[in-house]
């Protein structure tokens, strides 16, 4: 494997693929490099000389502006290069469409089928406090139920607390009540006790009308201050829809059934060469066999929003992207906020320099196909297809807004790694080898490979296979270690 790789033609910057040092001659296209400073690996290095103000290219786009005098052979990153993002921008719709390469795959999975028509990959039983005043209460339920023996599958009840519910009002009260009358419906749960207090905000009368139809038979209430015994009671409802979710079986259903979230945290220099790109190279491949993939993070697509604003369908599509982008923009300068304070400083460790840099590398995660929906926060996937969503980056509450939704699994691309899982099944993906080897106990799959390849089909193959076995009923390593958790999006005053 090279020490280094150049992604785009016209780029004039090169990717260190492991560390390189001083005084070392590299060469490629007839130009021999010596260079000038230590090289961490996934970080970039200049390939000719780029001027002071003069863009650096990488990924084909500029990733930002010279602010020094960059000679050939120099360490290229945050000490010499400057976003060129501004404030909200005004767009026109130019559509540019790729044909998918893809023919629909004829591969199943097994799945729960439920009455509504949705499918589930998990079939769980899961407790969900409308406020956070009665978390104890919820635990305390499953605490008792440990205790009884008949109780076979106990792993596979949860407890999803959280501290919102109550004191919330607008917007803010409506995101709460919206992202847990989405959750009471996911098709992943097989039950679901709704365990309310009784004098919060989120009222489980004003829950009951965000649900519209529901399974009587799988959802139940409870309001604690309505009863003396409120873990009695409780124990009773779970007992019930317990029983219930015994009948559940696994069938085989087809790849157009699954709706899968795309996400990244802890990226790093191979995020946009490895892990995200296969991830891409999967979401044409699930949207040519009819599923949905759904594409967040809504600020990790500033500088790079025009590449998927000329995929929109239609001039509809484009608009709704165009608001997508500029709400968030206006959501920063509202609370006096700087639109661009990113990238992490464990991104920029890995090599990631501006917020260009990471949204090329972000972005890579939808594919080529056509965008054929915007939804906003709380809203869930309409039509089948690439979908992007309103979310911030933040890997809890974007992972949780994916599984709000409707998706059933959250793909996680990592080039540092994390160990957090979603109340949806969250694969983590490494973007280099080295860290699959080191945290093991985290990652899921290793994109790593692809570095030494050179190609990213090659293990797009595998990785599908990978993805079924998980959406029929293999655990991942944060399901094995029962790290799970929601994120709802706070976003106004609490009372």
Not at 341 to 346: C, H, I, T, V
Request: net charge negative; with cysteine.
């Amino acid at each position: 494997m090279e020490k280094f790789l150049k992604i785009h033609l016209s780029d004039n910057v090169l990717v260190a693929t492991s560390d390189i040092y001083k005084g070392e001659i590299i060469s490629i296209d007839d130009i021999s490099l010596k260079i000038n400073k230590d090289i961490p690996a996934g970080h970039k290095i200049a390939l000719i000389s780029i001027v002071k103000g003069e863009n650096v290219i990488k990924y084909g786009n500029p990733i930002g502006y010279a602010a020094s005098d960059i000679k050939p052979g120099d360490h290229v990153h945050v000490h010499n290069v400057k976003t060129n993002l501004s404030d909200c921008m005004e767009y026109e719709y130019h559509p540019k469409f790729n044909d998918l390469n893809f023919a629909a795959s004829e591969l199943t999975f097994k799945g729960f089928k439920r009455k509504n028509g949705d499918v589930g990959i998990r079939n769980e039983l899961w407790i969900i406090p409308t406020v956070g005043c009665v978390n104890g209460q919820a635990k305390s339920i499953v605490n008792y139920l440990k205790q009884q023996h008949h109780f076979k599958n106990l792993e596979n009840l949860h407890v999803f607390g959280h501290t919102y519910g109550c004191s919330q009002l607008g917007d803010d009260h409506i995101n709460t009540k919206t992202a847990l009358a989405n959750m009471v419906k996911h098709p992943n749960a097989g039950g679901v006790l709704v365990l309310g207090l009784g004098c919060e905000n989120n009222q489980i009368s004003e829950l009951k009308k965000s649900l519209g139809e529901y399974d009587k038979e799988r959802v139940k209430f409870l309001n604690c201050q309505d009863v003396e015994d409120e873990i009695e009671e409780g124990v009773k409802l779970v007992e019930n829809l317990y029983t219930n979710m015994q009948k559940d079986t696994r069938t085989d259903c087809p790849l157009k059934d699954l709706k899968i979230g795309l996400k990244c945290g802890g990226s790093d220099g191979f995020s946009g060469i490895t892990a995200n790109p296969l991830l891409g190279v999967f979401s044409d491949l699930l949207i040519a066999s009819g599923g949905s993939t759904v594409l967040t993070e809504v600020p990790e697509m500033f500088g790079a929003e025009h590449l998927l604003m000329e995929r929109a369908e239609n001039k509809e599509v484009f608009n709704k992207t165009v608001n997508l982008i500029n709400d968030f923009k206006e959501y920063f300068i509202k609370h006096n906020q700087p639109i661009y304070e990113n990238p992490s400083p464990g991104n920029k460790a890995g090599g990631i320099t501006t917020l260009e840099d990471k949204s090329l590398g972000c972005t890579q995660k939808g594919g080529s196909a056509k965008i054929v929906d915007v939804l906003k926060y709380g809203e869930t996937i309409q039509r089948n297809g690439l979908n992007l969503l309103s979310s911030p980056g933040n890997d809890l509450v974007a992972a949780s807004a994916l599984g709000f939704a409707g998706c059933q699994m959250v793909l996680f691309t990592t080039g540092r790694g994390t160990p957090f899982g979603s109340f949806i099944p969250t694969m983590k993906i490494s973007t280099n080898s080295d860290l699959a080897k080191r945290k093991s106990h985290w990652i899921d799959f290793n994109a790593g490979t692809i570095l030494e390849s050179g190609n990213v089909n090659s293990l797009a193959e595998e990785f599908l296979e990978f993805v079924i076995t998980v959406a029929s009923g293999k655990e991942l390593n944060h399901e094995k270690t029962g790290f799970r958790e929601i994120a709802i999006f706070k976003s106004g005053v609490t009372l």
